[in-house]
């Protein structure tokens, strides 16, 4: 599991965290949502080391993020952020071929290619290999970064808006993708806007609000219609679909 202990952040002198305490369990996808500015995307951001811990302690599978190596961090989890700017002469096989580094450190073999041509399949993008990042959609360009940090292969796998510029299709089907890789025995984080998409596939929910988690559990006991009101600041009617929340919040 990740564990979250005592956790606060600052930027600046403006409070983004505050004594955050809660878990990530394994083998489940959880998913993060909150209103803008909650710090869900900070949070990600801690556990995954893409910023430097302030205050509180993070393990990952028992891994003190800031003790562990790197290069044995990179073998446990994978982290997308939001901030995927990179070079745009890079070719979307080899960005995804990136995700591979941390088992082969420069020498690939067989097995790494292996990986990296299952990833392009399964985000329908083995046409596009080798097409320049600025060759195509967003939405295209999305869905390799997503294919990268798949090929990793890791016992965690954190998304930061990994739907954004995905259309329903493929927002679905990357759903679909990581519900799998969960079923396999791998734990995903993941923040996402789109609270139903939280409450047709994930297992287990955080929410927060100005930078506190106010409630966590099991989808059906987090997305009710009062804490969702209260969490967003506007009135959400929730219904059932095939046994899951249905979140109504459009009218």
Same mark, same amino acid.
């Given at each position: 599991m990740i564990r979250i202990d005592g956790?606060?952040?600052? /930027? %600046?002198?403006?409070?983004?965290?505050?004594?955050?305490?809660t878990q990530l369990p394994q083998g489940r996808l959880t998913a993060? /949502? %909150?209103p803008n500015g909650a710090g869900k995307s900070t949070l990600l951001r801690l556990i995954g080391r893409l910023e430097p811990l302030q205050q509180g302690r993070i393990t990952v599978a028992g891994h003190d993020i800031?003790?562990?190596?790197?290069?044995?961090?990179?073998?446990v989890m994978a982290i997308l952020g939001q901030q995927t700017a990179i070079a745009s002469r890079l070719r979307l096989a080899e960005l995804v071929a990136f995700g591979r580094w941390p088992h082969h450190k420069g020498r690939p073999g067989p097995a790494?290619?292996?990986?990296v041509a299952q990833a392009l399949e399964a985000f329908a993008l083995a046409p596009l290999a080798h097409r320049f990042l600025d060759e195509v959609s967003g939405g295209q360009a999305q869905r390799a970064h997503i294919a990268m940090a798949v090929a990793q292969d890791t016992e965690w796998m954190l998304l930061d808006e990994p739907l954004n510029n995905l259309d329903m299709a493929h927002a679905r089907g990357l759903m679909r993708r990581l519900r799998l890789m969960v079923d396999e025995g791998r734990s995903v984080g993941m923040v996402v806007h789109e609270i139903n998409y939280a409450a047709a596939w994930a297992d287990h929910v955080i929410a927060m609000k100005g930078g506190r988690v106010v409630a966590?559990?099991?989808?059906?006991?987090?997305?009710?219609?009062?804490?969702?009101?209260?969490?967003y600041d506007t009135p959400i009617h929730v219904g059932q679909h095939q046994g899951r929340p249905l979140v109504l919040h459009h009218c």
């Open positions: 956790v606060s952040h600052r /930027i %600046g002198h403006a409070p983004i965290l505050h004594d955050i305490s993060l /949502i %909150g800031a003790t562990t190596p790197t290069d044995r961090l990179a073998t790494d290619r292996a990986k966590q559990g099991p989808a059906d006991e987090v997305l009710t219609e009062s804490l969702l009101s209260d969490l």
